[in-house]
């Protein structure tokens, strides 16, 4: 069974930078693919970014290229680096995981942590 904890969720200005955090356990590091979605209110879920652990591949929704960076800090977390925030980004964000290499569809990700809140106003 794998855990995932989200961190680093907050309220920021328009143009303002924040870093998420997802912390794992119960797995074998190093042969996943660790994502982020997020939620709006009233929205489906929306794919962010992903990185394999295995070869550090990583892709992105459009709407975040550029801005958005995802990494590995350690062997047991991932981060997400949200520079130049926008209204549009205010949604719960939830960090995945998954067996395998990159996946943009959320059906794909059979663990998931309980999401952070972020707010961005302007």
């Known amino acids: 069974q794998v855990q995932l904890v989200e961190s680093g969720g907050r309220s920021v200005q328009t143009g303002g930078s924040l870093r998420l955090a997802c912390a794992a356990s119960?797995?074998?590091?190093?042969?996943?693919?660790m994502g982020w979605f997020r939620q709006a209110p009233g929205k489906e879920r929306e794919f962010v970014a992903a990185?394999?652990?295995?070869?550090?591949?990583t892709n992105y929704g459009d709407s975040v290229k550029g801005r958005f960076t995802i990494s590995r800090d350690n062997v047991k977390t991932i981060s997400l680096q949200m520079n130049s925030v926008e209204p549009e980004d205010t949604a719960v964000y939830f960090c995945?995981?998954?067996?395998?290499?990159?996946?943009?569809?959320?059906?794909?990700?059979?663990?998931w942590g309980q999401g952070t809140r972020v707010t961005v106003s302007s």
């Open positions: 119960g797995r074998t590091f190093g042969t996943y693919t």
């Open positions: 995945a995981a998954k067996m395998g290499g990159l996946a943009m569809r959320d059906l794909r990700y059979p663990y």
């Open positions: 990185i394999n652990e295995l070869d550090g591949q």
